[in-house]
Nanobody, 115 residues
Framework: QVQLVESGGGLVQAGGSLRLSCAASGSILNINTMGWYRQAPGKQREFNAAIDSFGRTSYAESVKGRFTIYRDNAKNTVNLQMYNLKPEDTAVYYC?????????WGQGTQVTVSS
């Protein structure tokens, strides 16, 4: 019902920045909550940031102050602007849509931060 496609991943040096984008089918404004999660090798998928249909945002402590989630309504995307990247940020980043008790996931985009 909801299809998500991530883009923007890549290789960046520590301290650098990167912006991830998530394109969704349908209007993102009609989805209850959208967010970004990441999963590093050998670790569980963890929450990074979320934004609801009212524009309210929430962040994990590990990324607070460095990552910003925002909507681009004209492009119908949810973006994650990442600053001051650290090697521990290396992971596959997934876009998530939570809508009426159902979760939807994208395929993920790789972010690698070198020291």
């Amino acid at each position: 019902q909801v299809q998500l496609v991530e883009s923007g991943g890549g290789l960046v040096q520590a301290g650098g920045s990167l912006r991830l984008s998530c394109a969704a089918s349908g209007s993102i404004l009609n989805i209850n909550t959208m967010g970004w999660y990441r999963q590093a090798p050998g670790k569980q998928r963890e929450f990074n940031a979320a934004i609801d249909s009212f524009g309210r945002t929430s962040y994990a402590e590990s990324v607070k102050g460095r990552f910003t989630i925002y909507r681009d309504n004209a492009k119908n995307t949810v973006n994650l602007q990442m600053y001051n990247l650290k090697p521990e940020d290396t992971a596959v980043y997934y876009c998530n849509a939570h809508h009426w008790s159902r979760n939807y996931w994208g395929q993920g985009t790789q972010v690698t931060v070198s020291s």
